[in-house]
């Protein structure tokens, strides 16, 4: 009698298998089946993933939040005590203003999200360790299938929600180049951890504790939705290629371990802290020469300096978004990476809280708009690079 079904085929495989080498049959693992029936049920399968991640953004928001204060809090002390060093106080004040206002105050505003940042990857590590990734991706493989792409394909894009870089690079293990090149193209409209610390600053400020996580979420489900659509219409461009059957295997269910979590957390901060050094600090660096120059154009940030001059140039753009000059700047700055967003505005502001000011020049409409921006424009340069 011919086999037909996929498990026939694979239970004769495994009896061949097994007779050949005489090895005894492995126990199916009855708990793992059980809870895989709810899992991966055909209907409320992709509902449980979507709560799942709810959960998530809101344990992240509910631990991180007061972790984030407690170290803005400490660098405006350690500014506060700085400043008041003798050593320090005889600097020119163009000099003074530049390791403040520029790298202290750029840096200690993108180093606040730390704790955010952490939590996220240790909470992912958790739900990757523990084997429910794999039925994620399973899960996806049929809507995969209508991008013309294969489930295989949405571990590279789920990647992206940490990083677009090595989501990237990650596509190299998809079978085909019309996989590849679809794939990498549309990561960049997955919600990196660097659009997150843009999501969550301004949310926690425009919106209560009780609403702000929903707006993160709500995020999280348009960059989904942006992913499906923009998938889409590549399909219809009839890029030549053809997708293939999604073959993986489904590990067990297991208890994550400590050191696991630790360890490829730490991997994922490393990479973040590595930005931060680097790519952040020359951006705040950049901002703040263009936002206090001309020198003798009072007060930096102004409208009369080469920050204001450009945002009000592409003013006629970005306004009736309900972008403001000051949000265009930092936009365009975002270009090098996407933490500089939070950081520009801290330099344009120049303000002694930037929580303040941001609420005092934004509604939460504009928030919307301007956090909706920043998910859909251009990725980071060291993303373009990689797809190049």
């Known amino acids: 009698m011919p086999v037909t079904c996929a498990r026939c085929r694979f239970n004769a495989a495994r009896g061949l298998l097994l007779e050949a080498t005489h090895q005894q049959p492995i126990p199916p693992d009855k708990i793992s089946e059980k809870i895989d029936q709810i899992v991966l049920h055909r209907w409320i399968g992709l509902p449980l993933f979507l709560l799942l991640m709810l959960a998530l953004f809101q344990g992240i928001y509910g631990l991180g939040a ?24 005889e600097l020119p004040v163009w000099l003074q203003s530049f390791l403040f206002d520029g790298l202290w105050q750029g840096v200690g505003v993108v180093a606040s999200f730390f704790p955010i940042i952490a939590l996220f990857f240790t909470f992912m590590s958790m739900i990757e360790d ?15 299938h209508q991008l013309g792409l ?12 940490g990083c677009n ?10 079978a085909n180049r019309y996989n590849r090149v679809v794939t990498m193209l549309l990561i960049p409209f997955t919600l990196c951890s660097a659009r997150l610390q843009v999501f969550v600053f301004l949310s926690a400020i425009l919106f209560s504790p009780a609403v702000a996580p929903w707006i993160l979420f709500s995020f999280y489900l348009g960059s989904f939705i942006a992913v499906i659509g923009i998938g889409l219409v590549l399909k219809l461009l009839n890029i030549s290629g053809q997708s293939e059957p999604f073959i993986m295997e489904i590990p067990p269910y297991r208890l994550p371990t400590l050191k696991s979590i630790l360890l ?18 020359t951006g705040v660096v950049l901002v703040w020469l263009l936002t206090h120059f001309p ?12 920050a204001g001059q450009l945002g009000q140039f592409l003013a006629p753009l970005f306004l009736p978004l309900g972008i403001n000059w000051q949000e265009t700047v930092a936009l365009l700055f975002g270009v090098i990476a996407k933490e500089i967003v939070i950081g520009g505005l801290a330099v344009i502001y120049d303000g002694t809280s930037l929580s303040s000011q941001v609420a005092a020049h934004m509604t939460p409409l504009q928030g919307l708009s301007f956090m909706l ?16």
């Open 264 to 281: 490829r957390a730490w991997q994922e901060l490393k990479d973040f802290l590595y930005r931060a050094a680097t790519l952040i600090v």
């Open 295 to 306: 020198a003798d154009v009072p007060p930096a940030a102004s409208a009369a300096t080469w």
């Open 373 to 388: 921006f920043v998910l859909l424009y251009t990725p980071c340069i060291a993303t373009v690079a990689v797809i190049r």
């Open 66 to 89: 007061p972790l984030q204060e407690i170290l803005a809090r400490g660098f405006d002390a350690g500014e506060t005590w700085l400043r008041a060093q003798h050593g320090v106080a």
């Open 130 to 144: 523990s084997g429910y990734m794999a039925r994620a991706a399973f899960l996806m493989d049929r809507l995969m």
């Open 150 to 161: 294969d489930g295989k394909a949405f571990i590279s894009l789920l990647l992206g929600y």
């Open 165 to 174: 870089v090595p989501a990237v690079m990650g596509t190299r293990i998809l």
